[in-house]
Structures are given as structure tokens and as C-alpha cells.
């Protein structure tokens, strides 16, 4: 399985060459960048050049960016609306699809091969909407995304709208065969159990955010520190025909010292990968 370690880690500081050099030495192959403005702002051409730069002669590869979740620099904490692709209001269904091409659009200059997309929120329900604003919404950004070179992937989340069997009927009542899947071990883990959504989904799965929580919130701890049966994960995992990119995504927890993160990423790959 390719190692990629997502920038989710650092979350609270500004995305520069220093901390993609941890990821690399700590076994990394590749990484995904998590698209918060705080974090990595991809309307700033100086801080995306920048990036770019460091990519074009370093080992390290950009696998895939994670689109924004919020457009603000707050993470919405100062009252900014999410990035919500299945929202009833169509404004904010078109604000949020211009959001994420504003991140796309970063892929002219860092190659990153996949966009991993949130469809709504934790409480979007299902419903036959549900089905036509996915459809729209995949469909807009897949157009926009592949003359980037860049695939999209659907990931599960918690809520009604997102589990793994509602996912795979989105994607094929629409025929998106070429959507693929990020499936989030800690959110499978806490709804339908991992080994569950792996048959569900199957090859289309592509990649897997790796974290671990207690089965009862989204705590995003290191493999170990929680509940998830890590064994038999990867034995379910070595079922696909292909093996997905293991994507560490662990909460922000930068206080540690950069020797003992290393440490940390080096263990949790370990495990995972």
C-alpha cells in the first residue's frame, strides 16, 4: 500500500516545506493536502507556487487534496456556512461547488492526482434529492477536474446521506464509473464496522484515511489508541484487487516534539500500511 500521510496533522499551522519534510522522513511516499485556508490557503498564488516549488525537486509526492471543508479561515467556528454539496438551498449548493474548483484549480501547478470530496454534512439525510444534487454536483466537478488530470473521490462520512451502500447507489444510478472512493476507516468503524463497508464498496475504493476512534465519535487518534481491530482491517483490505493508498489522517496534535510526530507517523504506517 502507498504511504501518504495527510497534512490534516498540522492542521492549525501554515503548510510549508518544513513540515512536508517531517512526512517524508517518517516514511511518508506521498501526501494529501487538506485544502483550510488557514492551512493551506489555495487562493494565495505565492503560497501555492511555493508548495510547488518544493514538490518539483523533492521524492515526496502530492497523491491527492482533501477539499474544503469550510471557505473561511476559521473552520466556520466564526459563523461561516459549510461547503455543502447537498444542501436544500441552491445558492449554497453552487457556493459550495465554486469552493471546491477555487482548491481545484491549485492542480495547474501541484499534480496531485485525486480530490477527496465531502457530499453535505454530518446531518444530511437521505432522500431522492440527496441522489440528484450528488449526481449534479459530481458531474460539474468530474468536468472541471479532468483536465486538471485529476479523479475524484466520494468519502463516507456519518451521516444518513453518505454510508457506503448510499454511496455506491449514487454512483451507479449516475454511471460516475469514474468516481472513485476514499473510505474513512474511523467513520466506518463508528457506523456499518470496516469489514462491511469494504465488501460494500469494493474496488471502487482507491484510498483509506486511516485513524482510529472508540467507535462512539470522530476522534481521528493514532492506530492503537482506539477500538478499531487494525488486523483485521488489513485483512479485509487485502481483499480488493488493488491495494488502496493508506492515508494517515490523524487530528491536529502538532505540540508534540517534530522527533516524537516522526516517531509517531513511522509506528501508525506500520500498522496501516
Not at 37 to 53: C, G, M, P
Not at 98 to 111: G, N, Q, S, T, V
Request: with cysteine; charged share 20%.
Amino acid at each position: 500500500m502507498l504511504r501518504v500521510l495527510s497534512t490534516h496533522l498540522f492542521l492549525n499551522h501554515r503548510l510549508h516545506p518544513g513540515l512536508l519534510e517531517i512526512a517524508g522522513r517518517a516514511g511518508a511516499q506521498a501526501v494529501e493536502i487538506f485544502a483550510a485556508r488557514q492551512h493551506f490557503d489555495y487562493t494565495s498564488r505565492e503560497h501555492v507556487a511555493e508548495l510547488a516549488e518544493w514538490f518539483a525537486s523533492e521524492p515526496l509526492t502530492p497523491f491527492s487534496l482533501h477539499a474544503p471543508m469550510f471557505p473561511d479561515r476559521e473552520m466556520g467556528r466564526a459563523g461561516a456556512p459549510g461547503v455543502n454539496l447537498l444542501h436544500p438551498e441552491k445558492s449554497r449548493r453552487i457556493d459550495a461547488m465554486d469552493e471546491i474548483k477555487r482548491a481545484l484549480e491549485a492542480a495547474e501547478h501541484i499534480p496531485f492526482r485525486y480530490l477527496v470530496v465531502h457530499l453535505g454534512e454530518r446531518n444530511d439525510a437521505w432522500s431522492p434529492r440527496t441522489i440528484e444534487y450528488a449526481h449534479t454536483a459530481l458531474e460539474h466537478l468530474g468536468a472541471f477536474a479532468g483536465p486538471l488530470g485529476v479523479r475524484l473521490l466520494v468519502e463516507n462520512l456519518l451521516s444518513e446521506a453518505t454510508t457506503p451502500e448510499h454511496l455506491l447507489l449514487i454512483l451507479e444510478l449516475g454511471h460516475l464509473n469514474n468516481v472513485g472512493v476514499c473510505l474513512d476507516l474511523g467513520h466506518a468503524h463508528i457506523t456499518v464496522g470496516i469489514a462491511e463497508a469494504v465488501a460494500t464498496l469494493g474496488n471502487r475504493i482507491l484510498s483509506v484515511h486511516a485513524h482510529d476512534n472508540h467507535g462512539q465519535k470522530d476522534e481521528h487518534l493514532w492506530p492503537g489508541d482506539g477500538s478499531i481491530d487494525w488486523p483485521a482491517a488489513a485483512t479485509a483490505l487485502r481483499s480488493l484487487a488493488s491495494p488502496p493508498a493508506a492515508v494517515l489522517e490523524i487530528g491536529s496534535n502538532f505540540n508534540d516534539a517534530h522527533n516524537a510526530i516522526q516517531g509517531k507517523i513511522e509506528q501508525a504506517f506500520a500498522q496501516v500500511a
